[in-house]
DNA sequence: TTTCTATATAACCATATACTCATGTAATAT
DNA sequence: ATATTACATGAGTATATGGTTATATAGAAA
């Protein structure tokens, strides 16, 4: 396996990694509508602001998402629309999945998706 | 946010996570042309024996692969094709993002693609 | 300047993760 | 029955990760 390979699946694995977190994937999803400070994250996500401004740290390292500073407060928005078609093939999988009856499922799969 | 919601960013999460590991991709990408017993993976992963076998058990719990037992090996394969689509998007986000002239690029695109 | 508000970051701790080595187990072959 | 091959798993260890609290920084307001 070349070296290039090997750096390739080492991007792709931190990619994912910053995708495996349930408050990270609370804040993007707290994006899908469009830019928020970060006190509003904080209220949205139910995390503290400590925590949360080192996630969105960790997610802008990663380029999912972007900073804008305005005045006294920090904007966030999605870098990268791709996450959410990510989010999506993969909610489709976990409901797949889960065995839940029809009903249930439905449900689920809106909860997701109207977010 | 409602408990399914909860749930539901536990679930993904834990799905992406099972993604961040650069040799569970390696092996994961040792399965596209078809099942693998584990002695080959190990070859084409690099890792151990041991190792690999403890990266399939948890891709398995993940549902994202699944194991056949044929006399005394165990042959894997990929349970849900929708793995490569995933990581196809993500190659291609981060190919994208790495600051690669075109041909580096090209190159690295198809090292991504072809394997 | 001082103060207040918004955000970032350091220090610290607990848990999770990935790896290695050694050993267990199960099917086959001798 | 014993040995061999293929795989799984437990124990132990090092590092990574996520969280908290306390503090630093930066801009706006008084």
Redesign the interface.
């Known amino acids: 396996?070349?070296q290039?390979?090997?750096q390739?699946?080492?991007?792709?694995?931190?990619?994912?990694?910053a995708?495996?977190?349930?408050m990270?994937?609370?804040i993007l999803?707290g994006l899908r509508d469009g830019e928020k400070n970060v006190s509003e994250l904080v209220e949205?996500s139910?995390g503290t602001q400590a925590n949360v401004s080192k996630h969105l740290a960790l997610l802008r390292d990663a380029?999912i998402i972007k900073r804008e500073s305005r005045g006294t407060k920090a904007y966030y928005s999605i870098a990268?629309q791709?996450i959410y078609?990510?989010?999506n093939?993969?909610?489709?999988?976990?409901a797949s999945?889960?065995s839940l009856d029809a009903a249930a499922n439905e449900?689920?799969i809106s909860?997701?998706k109207t977010?």
């Open positions: 396996m070349s290039l390979d090997e390739a699946f080492g991007h792709v694995a931190r990619f994912f990694q995708l495996a977190e349930p990270r994937l609370k999803n949205v139910g380029k990268d791709r078609e990510l989010c093939l993969v909610c489709g999988q976990i999945q889960m449900v689920f909860a997701l977010n």
